[in-house]
């Protein structure tokens, strides 16, 4: 009879945690974005760039909204705003990007379905408009997790993706803060890329702000209204970059991750650290096998790990149950937050809720 009993109140108790499992599950979309973490300063921020960015940023947190409103899944939601972030000159990610040392803008982005764990990640995309769509076609029309370099950009074809010249994604400022780097590190300067537009006089090149120079990785992640989780980053990786140099953005677990059984992450920073911490999956792990709430996980990961070896950046990051949460260790992190029924929330500085 102990035995029965047993396993009728291991049923029941079953049932009950299956429940309020799907109960915890709000019903209700909710996003959060991020446009890059660093040494991000009112300093060197004048009030009409600081303007700029925060309209960005709410421009792309609404289209996202937008799609979560009309009871679209979370994956959509997410192509929806970094799209429009890509676009943005503001961003280190499509036409915002940095260049790498040998004069190219070389783009990664991944994106990653929480109810599925199907992932898809692209790196070093030349031709690409919208990487972002390019890493979701991977996981959705190919059997693969990860492209790279031409065969990215040659599957980007064969999905239908919009394709454009290379110099579509030159931005003067970028390329000015790259000529100021090599210059300083001693290394050789490329020729200017084939199509930007002329060279501006010498007064206009030396007006590249300090804030443009590398930062702008941008990335969301979004619950839907069935309770789905996912994540998406987007970037133009390390300004100056040599050797083909890849970071955590389109590594799925270091970047870039998302599961239904604990939550969805994007990060940015320093992306050799977040590889050797395995960021976005750490934050998912203290979730679902210890128990933390979302914004402890968050801070126990960027503030004392990430810190314990020097690492510097952030992470934005949401649950099933709708808890959402960002957490950063640099002077700044463009970011934004938004669940339904509430108001848009939009940070920059770290002294912002």
Not at 38 to 54: F, L, P, W
Not at 344 to 353: K, L, R, S
Request: aromatic fraction near 6%.
């Amino acid at each position: 009879m102990k035995t029965v009993h047993s396993l009728l109140c291991g049923v029941i108790m079953s049932s009950v945690l299956t429940a309020a499992a799907q109960s915890s599950r709000s019903g209700h979309w909710a996003i959060v974005l991020h446009g890059g973490a660093g040494v991000i300063k009112r300093s060197e921020m004048d009030a009409k760039t600081e303007a700029a960015y925060r309209a960005s940023l709410t421009r792309a947190l609404e289209a996202g909204a937008q799609v979560l409103n009309r009871g679209g899944a979370s994956m959509d939601a997410i192509e929806a705003s970094i799209r429009i972030l890509e676009d943005d000159p503001l961003f280190n990610a499509g036409r915002g990007a940095v260049f790498a040392a040998d004069g190219r803008n070389e783009l990664d982005a991944a994106m990653m379905d929480g109810a599925t764990l199907r992932a898809g990640a692209v790196a070093d995309v030349t031709r690409t408009r919208h990487p972002i769509s390019l890493a979701r076609a991977v996981m959705e029309k190919s059997p693969h997790v990860f492209l790279v370099g031409p065969g990215a950009d040659q599957f980007s074809v064969y999905a239908g993706l919009e394709q454009v010249d290379p110099s579509f994604f030159f931005t003067e400022r970028r390329w000015q803060a790259l000529i100021k780097q090599l210059k300083k590190e001693g290394l050789p300067i490329p020729p200017r890329p084939k199509g930007a537009p002329p060279p501006p006089t010498k007064a206009q090149a030396e007006l590249e702000p300090a804030h443009a120079r590398e930062y702008g990785t941008v990335g969301m992640v979004a619950l839907d209204r069935s309770g789905d989780v996912a994540a998406g980053t987007s970037t133009g990786g390390t300004q100056a970059k040599r050797w083909g140099r890849v970071g955590d953005s389109p590594l799925i677990g270091a970047g870039t991750y998302a599961s239904n059984q604990s939550c969805a992450v994007s990060a940015t920073g320093t992306g050799e650290y977040f590889i050797r911490l395995t960021v976005a999956r750490t934050v998912c792990a203290l979730v679902q096998y210890k128990g933390y709430k979302l914004q402890q996980a968050a801070d126990e990961v960027i503030h004392k790990e990430l810190a314990a070896i020097h690492g510097d950046g952030g992470v934005i990051a949401i649950a099933p149950d709708g808890q959402m949460a960002w957490s950063f260790n640099t002077p700044g992190m463009f970011r934004a937050k938004l669940a339904e029924g509430g108001k848009v929330q939009v940070g920059i500085y770290n002294d912002e809720p």
